[in-house]
């Protein structure tokens, strides 16, 4: 097994969560005379020309070992049913192989949701690199392509990544042959509103801020080194995902955002939209129900969705038209 596999394996064993809910700070208002059929309450949401049945996205989590491509199979069938959109974890991994390629070919499994492949910004330094990305998206009839930012999680981890130079010009220059829509997340310590402002400059569509409150990349990289006091510094830096939300709606209310980074519930989603979000994501809580197979993940979804059904309806709003940028509604 390669380095890059051993790594994804170790990886997939990570369960630490972060140790504040962020999103607790704010609370929703309450109608307590909805005009309101809580059944006939609208939920779905469109993202990249596919309705989804709510404004949620399951993020990226790698793949390319067998665990992981069994993880994907079952979550990308659960997403496909719940009716909800589906990032892969980074496909570095079998760029040019094409036996590890299959793995990501997902398309017939999520044909009535949009599918995302994952690809480390560093990575499209290498112009070869760039070449096989844009092949794998039209073999895999991919809808779009989430570049990944995580350089304090490459300077920690042993052997990273840690020359950024010439990244920015990378992905400009990958916006321009990608032919799907390109959008860039974080890995738990969020873009900041000027790193949007630039990423949204060169073409990029959509921003998953994938801050603080979650898993941070950063902090397990430090963990798995075995450097408790590297991790705990690392732990703390970034942004909070509610905070990054509200701050980049209020700078640019035009801008396709995703909320990231410790969303763990229905309410959160909702939170998210009133802050400024078009929809949410999460990735360990998705893993954690994954345990369960594709069920286990349905339930969840479901749950969710219910959960975000119920907020709305506290709120005394029939859909989610009102909701974005609507920071009347909490307090
Ligand atoms: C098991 C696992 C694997 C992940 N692999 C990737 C990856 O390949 N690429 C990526 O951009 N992010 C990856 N992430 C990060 C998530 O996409 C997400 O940004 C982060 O976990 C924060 O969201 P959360 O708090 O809901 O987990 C991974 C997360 C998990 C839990």
Redesign the pocket.
């Known amino acids: 097994m390669n380095d890059i596999l051993k790594r994804k394996k170790r990886?997939?064993q990570?369960t630490q969560n972060?140790d504040m809910d962020y999103f607790d700070q704010y609370k929703l208002r309450y109608n307590a005379l909805p005009e309101v059929d809580f059944e006939q309450i609208d939920l779905q949401t469109q993202f990249l020309d596919y309705q989804l049945a709510f404004p949620f996205l399951v993020?990226?989590?790698?793949g390319g070992v067998e665990q992981g491509n069994e993880l994907n199979l079952q979550i990308a069938e659960a997403c496909n049913e719940a009716r909800v959109a589906f990032a892969s974890?980074?496909i570095r991994v079998a760029l040019g192989d094409p036996d590890l390629l299959g793995a990501f070919d997902l398309k017939d499994k999520l044909a009535d949701v949009p599918y995302l492949i994952?690809i480390g910004a560093f990575q499209l330094k290498d112009k070869k690199i760039q070449k096989s990305l844009v092949s794998a998206i039209k073999e895999l009839r991919v809808d779009g392509v989430?570049i990944?930012l995580n350089p304090l999680q490459e300077v920690v981890q042993e052997d990273g990544d840690t020359d950024w130079r010439g990244v920015k010009s990378a992905i400009a220059d990958f916006v321009q042959v990608a032919s799907v829509p390109v959008f860039v997340?974080?890995?738990?310590h969020g873009l900041s509103t000027e790193v949007i402002e630039e990423l949204s400059e060169w073409g990029v569509v959509g921003f998953?801020v994938?801050g603080l409150?979650?898993?941070s990349?950063g902090h397990v990289e430090a963990d798995l080194q075995n450097e408790p006091e590297l991790a705990n510094v690392v732990r703390n830096i970034g942004y909070e995902t509610p905070w990054l939300v509200k701050e980049a709606y209020a700078t640019n209310a035009e801008w396709l955002l995703i909320a990231?980074?410790?969303?763990r519930s229905g309410i959160d989603i909702l939170k998210s939209m009133i802050l400024g979000a078009s929809m949410a994501t999460?990735?360990?809580?998705i893993?954690m129900a994954a345990a369960d197979g594709k069920e286990g993940v349905l339930k969840l979804l479901n749950h969710w969705k219910q959960q975000l059904q119920v907020g709305l309806f506290a709120l005394g709003q029939k859909d989610l038209s009102k909701v974005r940028g609507n920071s009347d509604l909490l307090f």
């Open positions: 990886h997939l990570v972060g993020s990226s989590m790698s974890g980074s994952n989430f990944h997340k974080e890995v738990g998953d994938s409150g979650g898993l990349w990231g980074g410790g969303v999460a990735a360990l809580p893993k």
